[in-house]
């Protein structure tokens, strides 16, 4: 065998005999960092929003390979904001208005604090009680403070788990209901399963069908239309089922969406829920989003007919104030779950799984290890309270409404579609004084008069303007054709006058471009 060969010299140097877990240089490093995020919370207004590096620009500024010696954590500090900072798009920025908001807060950040300190792998009862045990609790609180029925709790006979994502959490429920259907009908059928949703669904429920193996030919996007308001019609849904079985293949999953990312679209739960009965199809509302808003009794009627859906998530981390990641999946049968995703080796089984009077979370997920994150969301609901959650939950929603104000009152943009929640969707018009005619209170335009294909060209130079100034950041999307931009505000650090100015950017670039244009 060889042998290593060690430089005693660099091998007998103090520094490498450090703790790497000592509590007292741990207290010093911890305040240092504190001390950095505070301050950079206190300067975030300074920076562009939106990233302007180009790609690999790190690269070119850090080393080769890692250091041999240990660096101090001031010189480390002090690289974060030369080298980092400057390629962070800044997400809590109160002048963010893309995508949808990843809202934090003084108690989801210690939550993750003290998560992160104790540093459990919680994937059964027995690897750390306490861990298993909030996380049922913060669960139910929570499903109680959205109203969820009780067949949805542990206190009834559901239950709820934290996944990372929307995405694992539909994987989840996709391969639940993928085995549940296929106990019924024969394995031999799985090519013949299909999935539906819209088109304006979330991918994630593409990547999922991906994965859990369902053929890709399988897979129904329902079109939407502007009479909807883009959701989901549940006529056009049983006429797609009806002809897939007709045609001999098997409907088994449907994700419903109340918030759609595009537009905030509302797919009607009720009524689409009444069709998939007919047809055992499970039903996933997907609420990554908008589900956070329904604590607030005026929102709670976009999940009206939840009862009739067999699972139900939200993102707590986009607009719950509680940091990435943190999704909360609630369903009504957990042995659905359990039967597809459970392993129980040797060296896992003990007591308390025997007596099954624990929940073993590992069978709830894709992952055997998971995070503390109950710890998180525990702190913010114990921090804030539900009544200041539902007011910063408003107050978004009273800016959103400023902001489509804004736009109604400018004749040279237009609302594109309704707002629901704190998103609203505009465009710029190339000429202002074209006539508005508004359905369901959304504008409808000529295309064909306006040229939608130079329309969108122009809102599409709009925002990459605006963007690049790094004043605010806003992103698009495009539905039925139409090319939208989008303001989502929800950003924990977003006050009125943020919202203000981030119009009279708009406006600023709108008139230079349509000056040129």
Not at 228 to 236: E, H, I, M, V, Y
Not at 345 to 362: I, M
Not at 507 to 512: G, K, N, S, V
Request: hydrophobic content about 40%; proline content about 4%; some cysteine.
């Amino acid at each position: 065998m060889g042998s290593l060969t060690f430089d005693k010299d660099q091998e007998n140097n103090s520094h490498f005999v450090t703790n790497p877990l000592d509590p007292k240089e741990f207290r010093r490093q911890g305040h240092m960092i504190i001390d950095f995020i505070a301050d950079y919370y206190e300067n975030i207004e300074r920076y562009q929003v939106l990233s302007q590096v180009e790609p690999n620009y790190l690269r070119n500024l850090l080393p080769e390979s890692a250091p041999y010696s240990p660096e101090s954590i001031e010189t480390i500090l002090q690289d974060v904001q030369k080298y980092i900072i400057p390629g962070i798009t800044h997400w809590q920025s109160p002048n963010y208005f893309a995508y949808f908001p990843s809202s934090g807060s003084i108690a989801g950040f210690l939550g993750e604090m003290l998560s992160t300190g104790f540093n459990v792998v919680g994937f059964n009862w027995m690897s750390s009680p306490a861990a298993t045990e909030l996380e049922c609790i913060v669960m139910d609180w929570f499903g109680e403070m959205l109203k969820l029925p009780k067949s949805f709790l542990f206190s009834g006979n559901g239950g709820g788990v934290l996944q990372g994502t929307t995405c694992e959490a539909i994987l989840c429920t996709l391969t639940a209901a993928r085995d549940q259907m296929l106990s019924q009908v024969g394995r031999e059928k799985m090519e013949k399963l299909v999935v539906y949703g819209s088109d304006q669904t979330h991918s994630a429920i593409q990547k999922a069908a991906k994965i859990a193996g369902i053929n890709p030919m399988n897979f129904r996007a329902v079109k939407t239309t502007k009479s909807t308001s883009f959701g989901l019609c549940p006529k056009s849904l049983r006429d797609a089922v009806q002809a897939d079985v007709q045609a001999g293949l098997v409907p088994f999953f449907l994700c419903a969406t109340v918030g759609t990312t595009s537009t905030n679209a509302i797919d009607p739960i009720g009524p689409l829920c009444e069709v998939a009965k007919d047809y055992s199809i499970w039903v996933h509302v997907d609420a990554a989003y908008a589900g956070s808003a329904c604590i607030c009794p005026e929102f709670r009627h976009f999940i009206d007919g939840i009862e009739g859906a067999d699972s139900f998530t939200l993102n707590a981390h986009k607009w719950f104030f509680t940091t990435l990641d943190c999704c909360c999946l609630w369903v009504k049968d957990p042995s659905a779950l359990i039967k597809s995703l459970s392993t129980n080796p040797a060296y896992l089984r003990n007591k308390a799984t025997d007596s099954k009077q624990v929940v073993d979370y590992k069978d709830w997920q894709i992952t055997l290890s998971r995070r503390f994150r109950a710890m998180k969301l525990w702190l913010v609901l114990r921090s804030y309270g539900v009544a200041n959650l539902r007011c910063f939950l408003r107050s978004h929603v009273k800016m959103a409404k400023l902001f489509e104000e804004l736009v109604r009152l400018d004749n040279t943009f237009e609302v594109v579609a309704p707002r629901n929640f704190a998103l609203v969707c505009f465009r710029v018009l190339p000429k202002p004084n074209f006539k508005k005619v508004y359905e369901n209170g959304v504008a409808n335009h000529d295309e064909k008069a306006l040229d939608l294909e130079r329309v969108n060209e122009l809102n599409q130079k709009l925002l990459d303007s605006i963007n690049r100034s790094g004043h605010i950041y806003m992103s698009p999307t495009v539905v039925d054709g139409v090319y939208i931009i989008r303001c989502a505000i929800g950003a924990t650090l977003t006050e009125e006058r943020h919202v203000i100015m981030a119009w009279k950017v708009v406006q600023e670039h709108a008139d230079a471009l349509l000056s040129r244009y």
